[in-house]
């Protein structure tokens, strides 16, 4: 009967998109950030001085618009280099690779900042099934989905002991008149954040709480908790 419920009101969609993209990707990918960030520090020390930076970057738009390519979506984000590439024997495909890019953000006052970022991928599933009839997912439906995604995948994420400090999910809704540096400004603001954690670090004062754009107590679901599909266990992995 639980299950039936689930299923009519499509809970289940995303809670399960959220555990297939930590579970097939963000576990396998995150804890080797670092290594990779370090390398590539070493061999640019001026792109990426900033350690608390060294981390991917995952954009979360509510209303499930990811573009392909950074630069559509913003000019003044542009790709500079992919990092290294990571090369697993995966689900029966050999020497399957998984990498990440690094891309230069230019901020309103023309500096330029560096970072790892791109999209949650199973957004685009989502986008994907509220134009398909056959899914009769409507765009609210869509929305609430994103939002619970969003949740679900920041719980998995902190409790994951291996990808602690390796992420930030940068969630955010796009305003209703379009802004051409909207996207860039976003991603800006959580390196500033980043940046400024790390100075207090090093100052030896207590750092700010991080915190995102929008945090989950702002992504008011219209599903009540005892509705909710029941995480699956951690401490397995």
């Known amino acids: 009967e639980v299950s039936e419920m689930s299923e009519r009101s499509k809970q289940n969609v995303a809670h ?8 097939g990707y963000l576990k396998i990918v995150l804890p080797r950030m670092k290594k990779s960030m370090e390398e590539f520090s ?12 060294w981390k ?8 499930c618009d990811v573009y392909d390519e950074l630069e ?6 542009q790709y500079v280099t992919d990092l290294t590439e990571t090369t697993l024997a995966r689900a029966g495909t050999k020497k399957r690779v998984y990498k990440h890019s690094l891309y230069a953000i230019r901020d309103e006052e023309n500096q330029l900042w560096h970072c790892a970022v791109e ?8 986008y994907a099934m509220s134009q398909d009839e ?7 439906e869509r929305l609430e989905q994103a939002k619970l995604f969003y949740r679900t995948l920041e719980e998995i994420l902190k409790g994951s002991k291996e990808c602690a400090d390796t992420y930030r999910l940068i969630a955010y809704e796009e305003p209703e008149e ?21 100075i207090s670090v090093l100052e030896g004062s207590h750092p700010h709480t991080p915190y995102t754009a929008l945090d989950s107590a702002e992504l008011n679901l219209q599903i009540s908790v005892s509705d ?4 699956l266990r951690t401490d397995g992995f």
């Open 178 to 198: 379009a802004e051409r540096h909207f996207l860039s400004r976003e991603i800006v603001w959580h390196l500033r954040q980043e940046h400024h954690e790390e």
């Open 134 to 140: 056959c899914a009769a997912f409507s765009r609210e």
């Open 72 to 77: 559509k979506a913003d000019s003044n984000i």
């Open 16 to 23: 399960g998109l959220a555990w297939s993209y930590y579970v």
């Open 119 to 126: 999209y949650a991928t199973p957004l685009q599933s989502l």
């Open 56 to 63: 991917l970057h995952i954009l979360v738009p509510l209303n």
């Open 228 to 231: 909710l599909p029941q995480p």
């Open 42 to 53: 070493r061999a640019n020390p001026n792109l990426v001085a900033c350690r608390k930076t």
